[in-house]
C-alpha cells in the first residue's frame, strides 16, 4: 500500500495595500522578499561576530579601518556641501593596491607608516592580539575608538602635507599620549590571571561607554546642518558605521519572506493582518523530502538579460532560542577572491601568513570551512528570540552571491496561480475589500480554467475561546 504524503498548507499575511492597493501582490501573483532592515525585529539578520586572531590578522584589520576612514575623509573633501554620508558610503570592499593612481596609493601607504610608527601603536595591536578571549563588538568599538582621532590627525596632517587641507590654525590635542598611558595600563596586568583578564574588561568597558556618551554630546552639538552631520559621522559616527559595514565582508546578503504554519492566532493577525482588517493567503506546498517547498519565478542566470525561471525554494523553519550563533570574523571573510584574501587580510609585508588562512591550506580543510560557512549563512536568517515564537514563522530565502537581488523589482517573485489555496478575510475586512478579492480570484480562475477556490472568514468562537476560521460555502464564482 502507497502512503500518501500529507502536504503541507503554509500562510502569508498581507495588508490591503499590499495585496489589492498600492503593490496588486494579488492581481501579479508576486511573492515579495524583504530586506532584513524592513522587519519589525531589531534582532533581524543579527548573528554574534566575534574577532580571534593572530596580529597579522589584526594589523591588517586596522589598517583597514584606515583605508575606509580615509576614503571617507576624501569624500567630504570632494563631495557637495549637502551632501550626508551614511554607512552606505563607507566603501568596504576597497583595497589598497586598487586605489585609482599610483600617487593616491602612494599618499595612503604614507599615512598607515605613520600611522603605524607612532609611540605606542605596535604595541597595542600586539597586546589586542594576544588576549585570550573573544573579542566582541563592544570591546572592539573601544579598541578602534581609542585610536581613532589618532588616524584622524594623521590624515588630515598628510592631506595638508599634500595641499588637500588648509594648516591648523591652533594645534590639536596630542591624542597618541592617552593611548601610551593606556598601553601602559595594559602591560602591567597579567593576561594569564583570570581576575587580571577581568581588569581589562572592566577598562575597556568604562572606555566605551564614555565613548559611546561622547558621541551623543557630539551628535547633539553638531546636528543642525549638512557640513556639521558629515563631520559628526567621521569624527563619532564612523566606528559604529565601519563595524555595521565590516560584516559586509562575510555573507552576501539576502532576503525573505515570511510565512506561518497557523492562521488562527489574534495576536499574529493584529501584527501583521493589519489589525485584522487585511487577509490571510493560503498557500499549497510541494513535499521535498519531508521539507515543504514552492515554484516561484525568480532569475536564475545572467546573459546580456537575466534569464528568469521557476524554481524551487523549500520553508525554511524559524529556531526560536535567546542564543545566537557565534561566528569568527577573520575566518568567515567569503566576499573576497582567494587573491583579495590573501594580500589584504592574510599576509603582511613580509609575506608571512596569517593562521587564519589554515582553512585555505588544502582542499579537504576548505570543503569543511565552506560547509559551516553556509550553514552560518542560512542560520543568520532563521533565528529569533523566544519572545516571537507564537508566531510559529518559517520563511523563504533569497540570495545571490552576484548580489542580483538588490532591486526591488527583482525581488517581487510570482508564484502559479494554483498554489494559491484559499484567501481568509480578516475579521475586520471590508466588504468593499472583500468584493474586490473575489472579483480579481474569479478573473484568474477563468484564465487559469480553474472550477474553484475557498474562501474563509476568520472570527472569534465562544466554544473555544480563541480565533478560528469559517469556510464561506454560498461564495459561488461565476466561471462561465
Keep these: 500500500m502507497t502512503i500518501q504524503k500529507v502536504k503541507k498548507s503554509m500562510y502569508r499575511f498581507r495588508r490591503i495595500e499590499n495585496l489589492i492597493g498600492k503593490y496588486k501582490e494579488l492581481e501579479n501573483q508576486e511573492i515579495y522578499f524583504s530586506d532584513i532592515v524592513s522587519l519589525n525585529d531589531p534582532m533581524e539578520g543579527f548573528r554574534e561576530f566575534y574577532w580571534s586572531g593572530d596580529v597579522i590578522a589584526w594589523k591588517n584589520l586596522f589598517k583597514h579601518y584606515i583605508l575606509c576612514l580615509e576614503q571617507m575623509c576624501f569624500l567630504a573633501y570632494l563631495s557637495d556641501e549637502m551632501q550626508i ?46 588576549l585570550p578571549w573573544k573579542v566582541y563588538r563592544d570591546e572592539i568599538y573601544a579598541y578602534f575608538k581609542y585610536i581613532h582621532f589618532i588616524a584622524f590627525q594623521v590624515i588630515m596632517e598628510t592631506y595638508i602635507k599634500h595641499g588637500f587641507q588648509e594648516s591648523y590654525t591652533t594645534q590639536p590635542p596630542d591624542y597618541s599620549s592617552h593611548l601610551k598611558g593606556f598601553v601602559e595600563a595594559l602591560k602591567k596586568i597579567n593576561l594569564v590571571d583570570e581576575d587580571e583578564q577581568d581588569k581589562i574588561k572592566i577598562l575597556v568597558k568604562i572606555q566605551r561607554d564614555l565613548l559611546l556618551e561622547f558621541d551623543l554630546i557630539s551628535a547633539y552639538k553638531l546636528y543642525d546642518s549638512p557640513i556639521n552631520q558629515r563631520r559628526w559621522f567621521i569624527l563619532s559616527e564612523f566606528t559604529n558605521a565601519y563595524l555595521d559595514s565590516l560584516i559586509k565582508l562575510t555573507y552576501p546578503e539576502a532576503y525573505v519572506a515570511c510565512f506561518m504554519s497557523d492562521c488562527t492566532n489574534a495576536a499574529v493577525w493584529g501584527h501583521y493582518g493589519d489589525s485584522h482588517k487585511g487577509v490571510c493567503l493560503k498557500f499549497r506546498t510541494k513535499d521535498t523530502n519531508g521539507i515543504p517547498s514552492i515554484d516561484l519565478n525568480c532569475i536564475i542566470g545572467m546573459g546580456e538579460k537575466p534569464i528568469y525561471d521557476y524554481r524551487q525554494f523549500p520553508f525554511h523553519k524559524i529556531d526560536y532560542t535567546n542564543k545566537f550563533k557565534e561566528i569568527d570574523f577573520f575566518k568567515s571573510i567569503g566576499r573576497l577572491t582567494m587573491g583579495q584574501l590573501m594580500r589584504q587580510w592574510y599576509t603582511d609585508q613580509e609575506g608571512n601568513r596569517s593562521s587564519c588562512a ?104 465562544q466554544t473555544t475561546g480563541r480565533m478560528g476560521i469559517r469556510k464561506l460555502d454560498f461564495i459561488k464564482l461565476d466561471l462561465t
Design 85 to 130: 554620508f551614511s554607512a552606505r558610503d563607507i566603501p568596504i570592499f576597497i583595497e589598497e593596491d586598487k586605489l585609482p593612481t599610483e600617487q593616491y596609493r602612494q599618499m595612503f601607504r604614507e599615512i598607515w607608516e605613520k600611522f603605524f610608527q607612532i609611540d605606542g601603536i605596535k604595541e597595542y595591536i600586539a597586546i589586542i592580539a594576544s
Design 358 to 461: 589554515d582553512h585555505m591550506i588544502d582542499k579537504k580543510r576548505e570543503e569543511i570551512w565552506r560547509d559551516q560557512y553556509w550553514n552560518s549563512y542560512n542560520s543568520g536568517f532563521l533565528i529569533k528570540l523566544k519572545d516571537w515564537e507564537y508566531e510559529k514563522e518559517h520563511r523563504l530565502l533569497l540570495s545571490s552571491v552576484l548580489d542580483s537581488f538588490e532591486e526591488v523589482e527583482d525581488r517581487k517573485l510570482k508564484y502559479k496561480f494554483d498554489d494559491l489555496e484559499a484567501i481568509i478575510f480578516g475579521t475586520r475586512t471590508s466588504i468593499e475589500d472583500k468584493i474586490k478579492i473575489i472579483k480579481i480570484i474569479e478573473s484568474k480562475c477563468k484564465v487559469n480554467h480553474r472550477k474553484n477556490f475557498d474562501f474563509y472568514q476568520a472570527e472569534y468562537s
